[in-house]
């Protein structure tokens, strides 16, 4: 919820700029002294005067109100300095990193890899390897030899022996004499890169040339490329085994509507009275299109795509959220590239293919502003740094200044051993683990030159860019303003319990319930069902009578669903009559209902455990109204009411 109105709070604020020339802004208000502009006011008022919901805040001077209050909570912010938490400085920096993506040049290379993942990703490959185990830390002798071992085998192999064969003796692969190498089908983003590479540019029946990834040196055999399954549209109903002590059994509940679908009866229907996934049963039950690999529950894939006819009904399926029946409802075609570009890119930027996208960026960077390589880093950190490095424990010693060198220089900014070495110590704490310093130092280079040029360019951006820097501001504004609000409101309200039970005490008529009933629901296949059920509760049959009677294994002629309801709750009939005992027949969907009220319970208080959410945030609320009032109190704010006059004259 929190993360939410910070959201929020900066889609409303966003667009102010407050990196405008100070002498050719009129000033609006101080702050203790300190000026807010009249440029800053309009571009967020008019900009954002749709969003605000509060009538009395849409004229001017209500505006104004609220506008005060933000940046009184980032004046308060600032004073309890947690604009220095290590949080917000974390925070900051990834949105930062977020938003110059949109500058930076790495863009065109994540769509060219996203465009080639796309044609790829059209195929599923089935294909069989043989590794020779090598990593990227190996001494040379030892990569040699590996490298001769493999091109041996792959001789071999290319004069017609048997690649199953070979792979159970040769490969290093865990469980290679078993499996042979083999791998299945497997499409984009499965494999590393490289490997990936490899058996997509090898034709079927054929052997790739070798391959070096990080695990070693592979040689693909490339057995079959198919196309890939379309994306299916289906409908389900579900019904969770997750929610606790139920008054039914989940599995028998989802046996019963299978038979009453083999009767006849409306799957929508079905869906929006009993699934207990809500999102979809409004919509008798239909889900986004998906793919295999998509969702996070294989069985119901795999059952999913079982059905062969749009209209295909399942048998009920068991997965981790419970029990579910699928019916198939379309079959489409492949997504565009413009379809999957953002899914892709998301991919790309996340996977080792990233490493080809960060050189590219930082050679545009280098090409952009400048750069100059100085000093060699290996020889002097070979030495200045000790082995301890590699139990992530080195501890940087000052550099003396006669030996301190420039590493390398970029725009007007230089980068010495120093700044290197202090890397070097914070990042050693977060690598993966390392066998050799020399590829440890190697990798420790290529990242921090990356860090620094990224950084410059940053820099840069935001002197050079104002609409970058008006937005990158109003970031570290709602930052600043969420952190606050979660120190002195959210988290206070949260942790005061005698204090929130007193404020509960105080407003307690404002969380009631409304008439209940405790009650049975009978749902009947039709009319004269519901008569039978009318009549055996007249008689004195108790819900397990009836069911048993009613229902058979092969028919389902009832579903009953006991419990304790509001008068408008939606599992009971539209104009219900609230009265004890056996109600008249309601057609609801395609069923027809009928209720045994068996006590009917007066309106009255909830307790603080079944509103504890609702009270929580009038509290919070609470707290926050007199907090401003302090805020308001603690900060002298001048209005200048010529200046207002003419934000007013303008805005008209």
Do not use: C
């Not at 919070?620 to 001048?638: C, G, H, P």
């Amino acid at each position: 919820m929190m993360k939410n109105f910070l959201s929020l709070f900066i889609l409303v604020f966003l667009g102010a700029t407050t990196v405008f020339s100070q002498n050719k802004k009129e000033v609006l208000m101080t702050i203790n002294g300190d000026p807010v502009y009249t440029n800053e006011f309009k571009r967020v008022y008019k900009k954002n005067l749709d969003l605000v919901q509060d009538e009395s805040q849409k004229d001017i001077d209500g505006y104004l109100n609220l506008f005060v209050d933000y940046k009184l909570k980032i004046v308060e912010a600032q004073a309890q300095k947690l604009d220095e938490e290590s949080t917000y400085k974390r925070e900051f920096s990834k949105y930062r990193d977020q938003l110059s993506r949109n500058y930076l040049f790495e863009d065109k290379v994540t769509e060219e890899l996203a465009k080639e993942a796309y044609e790829r990703g059209k195929f599923d490959i089935a294909a069989s390897h043989i590794l020779i185990r090598t990593d990227y830390e190996s001494v040379p002798q030892d990569t040699l030899a590996a490298y001769n071992k493999i091109k041996s085998i792959r001789e071999r192999a290319l004069k017609g022996e048997d690649f199953t064969t070979l792979a159970k003796t040769y490969s290093e692969e865990p469980g290679a004499s078993e499996r042979a190498g083999d791998l299945g089908y497997f499409s984009v983003f499965t494999m590393v890169y490289p490997f990936e590479t490899a058996a997509y540019n090898t034709p079927v029946g054929e052997i790739s040339d070798i391959v070096r990834t990080s695990f070693g040196y592979h040689i693909i055999k490339v057995k079959d490329k198919r196309a890939k399954l379309p994306k299916i549209g289906v409908s389900h109903i579900m019904i969770s085994d997750k929610k606790g002590a139920r008054t039914f059994n989940p599995e028998e509940r989802i046996n019963e509507i299978y038979t009453m679908l083999k009767q006849g009866e409306s799957f929508e229907s079905l869906a929006k009275q009993f699934s207990d996934d809500k999102n979809s049963a409004v919509k008798g039950g239909k889900l986004n299109p998906f793919t295999k690999g998509d969702l996070r529950a294989t069985e119901f894939e795999d059952a999913a795509y079982e059905l062969k006819n749009v209209g295909d009904i399942s048998k009920p399926v068991k997965t981790d959220f419970g029990w579910h029946i699928i019916r198939l409802d379309e079959k489409l075609p492949m997504e565009s590239f413009e379809e999957q570009k953002p899914m892709l890119e998301k991919k790309v930027s996340e996977g080792d293919r990233s490493k080809l996208v960060t050189t590219a960026t930082n050679n545009k960077i280098k090409e952009k502003y400048g750069f100059k390589k100085e000093a060699s880093f290996l020889p002097y950190f070979d030495t200045y740094v000790s082995d301890e490095v590699l139990k992530r424990k080195w501890v940087m010693e000052p550099i003396p200044a006669s030996e301190e060198k420039t590493l390398f220089t970029i725009g007007n900014k230089k980068v010495g051993y120093t700044d290197f070495a202090k890397y070097i110590e914070n990042r050693q704490k977060s690598t993966r683990p390392y066998k050799q310093k020399e590829a440890l130092l190697v990798e420790l280079y290529n990242e921090f030159e990356t860090e620094q040029l990224k950084d410059y360019f940053k820099e840069k951006l935001e002197e050079d860019n104002e609409d970058y820097a008006a937005v990158l501001n109003e970031y570290r504004d709602g930052l600043l303003i969420f952190d606050v609000m979660n120190k002195n409101i959210w988290d206070k309200a949260k942790t005061d319990t005698l204090g929130l039970e007193a404020y509960y005490n105080k407003t307690k008529e404002n969380y009631q319930w409304k008439q209940r009933v405790d009650a049975d629901i009978y749902s009947a296949t039709s009319e004269k069902i519901a008569e039978q059920i009318q009549a055996m509760l007249a008689a004195g049959k108790t819900a397990e009578d009836i069911k048993a009677t009613l229902n058979t294994e092969d028919k389902v002629d009832v579903l009953i669903t006991p419990g304790i309801f509001e008068i408008d709750q939606h599992e009971l009939p539209k104009n219900l009559a609230i009265k004890q005992g056996v109600s008249t027949i309601y057609p609801n969907n395609d069923s027809f209902v009928v209720v045994n009220i068996k006590e009917i319970l007066a309106p009255g208080p909830k307790s603080l455990d079944e509103v504890r959410g609702k009270v929580l945030s009038n509290y919070q609320n609470d707290i926050e109204a007199s907090w401003m009032e302090s805020l308001r109190t603690k900060y002298k704010v001048d209005i200048n009411n010529k200046a207002l006059k003419r934000v007013k004259r303008d805005l008209k």
